[in-house]
């Protein structure tokens, strides 16, 4: 079965970066499409970006040219670079693939942006 574990979240004041990392186990990674989802506090999980298997990437409007997606097939895990973090990043970050249509997600990883 399936299992994706994110890391690298914690606290960092706007303009910082973090990099986030979701390790998979249990599937063939480098065959599928990975994406990373954010939810912040009263609000609606929302894509933030993805990766394919042929390494296309595309971004939500609100992260494009601070954010970074990446993947690491060796390694059976997807990053997600973030810099110039704002307050408005704050959320918790989820990691997900979908196979066979369903859906896997991660436990995720909470990214607070504050001074």
């Known amino acids: 079965q399936g299992q994706l574990v994110e890391s690298g979240g914690g606290l960092v004041q706007p303009g910082g970066s973090l990099t986030l990392s979701c390790a998979a186990s249990g599937i063939n990674f480098n065959l599928y499409t990975m994406s990373w989802y954010r939810q912040a506090p009263g609000k609606q999980r929302e894509l933030v970006a993805r990766?394919?298997?042929?390494?296309?990437?595309n971004y939500a409007d609100s992260v494009k040219g601070r954010f970074t997606v990446s993947r690491d097939n060796a390694k059976n895990t997807v990053y997600l670079q973030m810099n110039s973090l704002k307050p408005e990043d704050t959320a918790v970050y989820y990691c997900?693939?979908?196979?066979?249509?369903?859906?896997?997600w991660g436990k995720g990883t909470l990214v607070t942006v504050s001074s």
């Open positions: 990766i394919t298997s042929g390494y296309s990437t």
């Open positions: 997900n693939t979908m196979i066979w249509g369903q859906n896997y």
